[in-house]
């Protein structure tokens, strides 16, 4: 079977997409480059706001249009498949996040019972090998522990299942022998890993224990709460020292108030959040902080507002993702009263310009340094781009070798980028 792959959303989902890929490619399926060359396009989903749920649905439209059957996962299933109508329904199949492993086979059975309605074999493009890339996520948990009142990735994913130490090892084993150079370990809350597993074996022995397996690569450790931080923060940051984990901290605070953090149901105060940033900062200065914030959440006030902005101001992340807030369908968020969206929209804008200034000046700090970055993939115009150890993204000028580390210096710096030379360029 001829199958066309499209993924969107988080790290989670789009690891999720490509490990997807590379099992139909291995039980022997064809990957196809384009839905017009696939018998089946599999549209991986994300439902995290409302406008890229509706983005979904009309890539669902335009696909099932174009491929004769189509599968539909990711995490507007099942909750949200009430939102795909028309003609295309009947010839797409759901499958739920945590059942996608059995797609190869069910592609399978398809074929060998009811041969899936080809293309004719004119219109076909040689089937192309799934693209290997140097930057691999590695999905080390379903699910998570929280009860945010606004979230739907938690209704969509479920509780917390975490995959076992050996099964992420072997993983990452995988990765690294298909030539990945960066892991980024991926789930909802990396911080509230193992805690289903019991044991005691947490995120700092994971951390410990992907940095002793042998080979030239670093490894990202993704999104982590606050909240699930507090247990293990200390030995987290203990674990993090050597070359091998970047420096790196995606910490989302999403709000400066905490009377909002109080009715997003986070489960830990400003001060705390804080708290983290200060550690781990004086334990590596040069940490690399990334947070999120959702402005507008129902019943935020202006002074509410201020706070965060103060808060970005004070603590400066290099990264600030803001969303709006968006009412999503079954959260207790949905039931409570929503802000003018004029208001969201003007505060979305000030803190975009906020962030955007606060990123710049953090960044300008490093112009004119020396440091090694490792090249994880080709930029626009014949550039490449590097991580330094604290995952700092520098664009250089020239195609330097995938997973190569190359020695640089800071020469410019963009709010989201800094610009950099080589010796040779
Ligand atoms: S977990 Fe959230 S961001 Fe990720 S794909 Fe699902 S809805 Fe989108």
Not at 53 to 71: A, G, Y
Not at 156 to 169: D, N
Request: glycine share 10%; charged share 25%; aromatic share 6%.
């Amino acid at each position: 079977v001829r199958v066309y792959v499209e993924s969107y959303g988080c790290a989670q989902n789009q690891g999720e997409g490509r490990t997807l890929t590379r099992e139909l490619a291995a039980a022997g399926h064809a990957i196809a480059e384009d839905p017009a060359n696939a018998d089946v396009g599999v549209l991986v989903t994300c439902g995290v706001i409302g406008p890229t749920e509706m983005r979904m649905v009309r890539r669902w439209e335009e696909l099932s249009r174009r491929v004769p059957r189509m599968v539909v996962t990711g995490c507007l299933v099942p909750l949200r498949t009430d939102l795909l109508r028309g003609p295309g329904l009947d010839r797409t199949t759901f499958v739920p996040i945590r059942e996608q492993s059995r797609l190869s086979s069910l592609l399978g059975e398809w074929s060998s019972h009811e041969p899936v309605p080809a293309h004719s074999a004119r219109e076909m493009a040689p089937p192309v090998p799934p693209a290997l890339s140097v930057a691999e996520e590695v999905v080390i948990a379903q699910g998570c522990t929280s009860h945010c009142t606004y979230c739907y990735s938690r209704l969509a994913r479920g509780r917390l299942t975490s995959v076992p130490l050996p099964e992420v090892l072997a993983r990452v084993t995988d990765a690294l022998a298909r030539g990945a150079k960066e892991i980024r370990l991926t789930s909802l809350d990396t911080s509230c890993w193992g805690e289903d597993l019991g044991g005691g074996v947490r995120l700092p022995e994971l951390v410990g224990a992907v940095a002793q397996l042998p080979g030239d690569f670093q490894f990202r450790v993704g999104m982590m709460s606050p909240q699930s931080l507090r247990p293990v923060g200390d030995r987290l940051l203990d674990a993090f020292e050597g070359a091998k984990p970047f420096h790196f901290l995606h910490l989302p605070v999403q709000s400066g108030s905490d009377g909002i953090l109080r009715e997003m149901r986070r489960g830990y105060t400003v001060d705390e959040f804080r708290h983290w940033v200060c550690r781990a900062r004086g334990r590596f200065p040069e940490l690399m902080l990334a947070t999120d914030v959702i402005v507008g959440f129902p019943g935020e006030s202006e002074e509410d507002f201020r706070a965060t902005m103060d808060l970005i101001e004070e603590v400066e992340p290099e990264i600030v993702n803001v969303t709006r807030f968006s009412a999503r369908p079954m959260t207790p968020a949905a039931r409570l009263p929503r802000l003018a969206p004029r208001v969201a929209k003007r505060r979305s804008r000030e803190l975009t310009t906020l962030r955007m200034r606060v990123a710049r000046r953090r960044f300008e700090r490093w112009i004119g340094r020396p440091g090694l970055a490792r090249i994880v993939e080709w930029g626009a115009e014949g550039s490449s781009v590097g991580r330094l150890p604290n995952y700092l993204p520098v664009v250089l000028a020239g195609r330097h070798p995938l997973g190569t580390v190359v020695p640089v210096r800071v020469a410019g710096a963009r709010s989201t980028y800094l610009l950099g030379t080589t010796g040779d360029s």
